[in-house]
């Protein structure tokens, strides 16, 4: 059987016509081995399943998650359902599941890698999908890359659910039935005959002079340069204390001046999720390491579309010279919401460009997951990109 990649995606109102609609458009009468259903919150129903998985085979691996937006080829839309698909010969998928992850995060990244054992392809890559609220989620990174180190890369995406920060869901099964969660993690492993590559990149560029992280715990900083971070904050950005007020005006007040962290392919992306007056510290929820050099960080449109692009490239390039097929990709809501609808639509040329026809697919996260050299895995305000070959 030739080898396929699909996308399909819809916008319709009744959740089980929206399903039909993309897993007819992904599948186009073929049996997929795996099947990835991203969906806005309102769509994750039982029904709209139902459609997906009454469309696959019986050895087809079913997985997904709510967003806040998904892209199928050429169109991204902040709601509706979006299916992307796998198939043909030369490729094989198994997933687990891990449930109640966050007290556990470390221990149940480790526990979805197994199911990378017994997959004997020689190309290789873990695919993630975890509750975007969990918080730490580098923690289930490290967890998986404890059990796969360089046997394979890690690439995936923390769900979300339309911006609304309440609850996530997670999906796994198959033909039999599929299975709504919320806080679990999923391992997919995927291997291939063929290569695979990957991209990462954001588009952002560093704005003023460098800091050390002197203190810091997990995704709290407490000291930058020996001062407390709030206040080297709220300095750096000319901004009074009275920002601190509305937790929702000092979010928007500094969303667009993340934090960067030195890497040897670029930086590293951390977002400023608040600022807590009590200890004057930033809460960026993933890992900024104690002892990291750090800028504050800024961007544009241009710039976050030539993100996308060498995302794109960078995937492409890894496939050694040969054509693909599809590519997945796991771009940051945060992105998306800079962009506008104008924005995204150049990120789509952009790619579809790069692509050259090829079909690609995926969803806006709350958190990308990408671990190849030189990177700690977690990653924001990145589009993360996998070619298949």
């Given amino acids: 059987m030739i080898r396929w990649f699909g996308a399909g995606q819809s916008a319709l109102s009744d959740p089980a016509a929206a399903g039909a609609a993309a897993a007819e458009a992904a599948f186009a009468g073929r049996e997929p081995v795996l099947a990835l259903v991203f969906c806005s919150v309102g769509y ?16 087809t691996v079913i997985v997904g998650c709510t ?7 050429g169109e991204a839309a ?20 891990a449930r109640e992850v966050t007290p556990r995060l470390r221990a149940a990244g480790a526990e979805i890698a197994g199911c990378l054992a017994g997959i004997d392809r020689p190309h290789r890559a873990l695919l993630v999908i975890c509750d975007g609220l969990t918080g730490n989620q580098h923690e289930l990174v490290r967890g998986a890359f404890s059990v796969v180190g360089a046997a394979a890369p890690l690439v995936g995406g923390c769900a979300g ?3 609304t920060y309440d609850r996530t869901y997670q999906f796994h099964g198959g033909r039999d039935g599929v299975e709504i969660m919320t806080d679990a993690g999923i391992g997919i492993a995927l291997g291939s005959d063929a290569p695979l590559g990957i991209g990462i990149a954001h588009g952002w560029r560093k704005q003023g002079a460098a800091m050390v992280v002197t203190s810091s715990r997990d995704g709290r900083v407490f000291e930058l340069d020996g001062e407390p971070a709030l206040d080297v904050l709220l300095r750096r950005l000319g901004l009074d204390e009275s920002v601190l007020d509305d937790e929702e005006t000092f979010r ?12 040897r392919t670029g930086e590293d992306i951390r977002v400023i999720h608040g600022g807590d007056r009590a200890d004057r510290s930033l809460l960026c929820l993933a890992d900024v390491p104690q002892g990291a050099l750090t800028w504050l960080m800024e961007t544009d449109h241009d710039a976050l579309v030539d993100g996308a692009r060498d995302s794109a490239a960078q995937a492409l390039d890894g496939l050694g010279g040969q054509s693909a097929i599809g590519l997945l990709a796991f771009d940051c809501v945060g992105r998306r919401t800079v962009l506008g609808d104008d924005g995204l639509r150049q990120e789509m040329a952009a790619i579809g460009k790069e692509l050259g026809g090829v079909p690609y697919g995926g969803f806006y996260t709350n958190g990308e997951i990408a671990r190849v050299r030189g990177a700690l895995g977690m990653h924001h305000f990145t589009l993360v990109t996998l070619a298949l070959a």
């Fill in 44 to 59: 994750h129903v039982p029904a709209m399943l139902d459609e997906v998985r009454s469309r696959v085979g019986p050895a």
């Fill in 67 to 73: 967003t806040s937006g998904q892209m199928a080829t």
């Fill in 161 to 163: 659910d339309d911006l």
């Fill in 78 to 97: 902040g709601y509706g359902v979006a299916v992307v698909a796998l198939g043909g010969e030369g490729f094989s998928a198994r997933a687990r599941v």
């Fill in 252 to 263: 928007e007040r500094v969303f667009l001046h993340p934090l960067g962290m030195s890497r």
